[in-house]
């Protein structure tokens, strides 16, 4: 199949809706059947972690302490800040006023308290476990978000993000996060799955409060309030969800994110594994399955 074929290909299924898109997804992970052996042969190796993601809520909110690197990725992110230069921007998505990553991504390496945490073996199988698959590690940024003027717009409406059918972001609060600040605000999956029935949603629309709450009986938002060090694992392709809108006088919020994709992503291209950012971290102490996830 040709690139340039594939490409339209994606692009036709990307932004429809539930279904059609699972299509596509089940495609690719068919014609991938022979080369991802070796990540169902670790898969089936993976046991219960002290944390599970439910498939039928999306999302799990670990409180701080849990995870030893935490402090250090909290550390890192204010670094982070603190040498950010609006002037020259890292490479990436930093087109959102209210939502602006800080991180040079191609500044990390193993030593990294973000990148330790990212790479943990319970961290791992917990998203292998949900995801059904070894995925892919596709993404580590650092978000500033501060008040901005105008109505809310973009991420700061519910959407659900179109990069696969189900995916894993981590948001790890580097920041105590309160109302004011701009929380991280969800459903769940099944209330999810509803809204999107009752409203004919197609992925890349983003819907108001009022929209949402017109399509359940009752309002079910999970508002993602916590200490910093709070982590919060999330389906942002199963789960609507907003945040950065921070109110006016509240303190700038700052979140780490960590985010992983199963091989069939519609943002990733076929042989994905040569192109992924932290391929470059691979050596031979890590495991088969930290080994898998950065590109093996």
């Known amino acids: 199949m040709s690139t340039g074929f594939r490409a339209r290909l994606t692009k036709s299924f990307r932004a429809r809706g539930r279904n059609v898109r699972q299509v596509y997804h089940t495609w690719r992970r ?3 059947f022979l080369r991802d052996a070796p990540r169902r042969a670790v898969l089936a190796t993976l046991g219960p972690t002290e944390f599970d993601i439910p498939q039928q809520m999306g999302f799990v909110v ?10 250090g990725v909290v550390r890192e992110a204010r670094a982070a800040l603190d040498s950010y230069d609006a002037a020259a921007p890292p490479a990436g998505k930093n087109r959102k006023r209210f939502l602006q990553n800080v991180l040079d991504p191609a500044s990390l390496t193993v030593d990294f308290a973000i990148v330790r945490f990212a790479l943990r073996q319970d961290v791992l199988s917990a998203v292998s476990r949900y995801l059904g698959v070894v995925p892919l590690l596709t993404t580590i940024s650092v978000f500033h978000s501060d008040t901005v003027d105008g109505d809310p717009t973009s991420s700061q409406l519910y959407h659900c993000d179109g990069d696969d059918v189900t995916q894993i972001k981590i948001f790890v609060y580097c920041t105590d996060v309160d109302v004011p600040s701009g929380p991280l605000t969800l459903l769940d999956s099944a209330t999810t799955r509803e809204v999107q029935r009752r409203t004919g949603y197609w992925y890349r629309q983003r819907l108001t409060d009022d929209q949402v709450r017109e399509a359940v009986d009752t309002p079910r938002e999970h508002v993602i309030l916590g200490p910093t060090g709070t982590c919060l694992f999330v389906d942002t392709s ?8 921070v109110a006016a006088g509240a303190p700038p919020r700052l979140v780490t994110m960590i ?3 199963t091989p069939y992503s519609f943002m990733l291209p076929a ?10 971290l691979l050596a031979p102490a890590l495991s088969p399955l930290q080994r898998l996830v950065l590109g093996e």
Do not use: I, K, M, W
């Open 62 to 71: 670990v409180a701080p302490g849990r995870f030893p690197e935490t402090a």
């Open 30 to 32: 068919a014609s991938r």
């Open 238 to 245: 199963r789960c609507f969800h907003f945040g950065s809108r």
């Open 271 to 280: 042989g994905a594994e040569a192109t992924l950012p932290f391929r470059r």
């Open 259 to 261: 985010q992983y994709q």
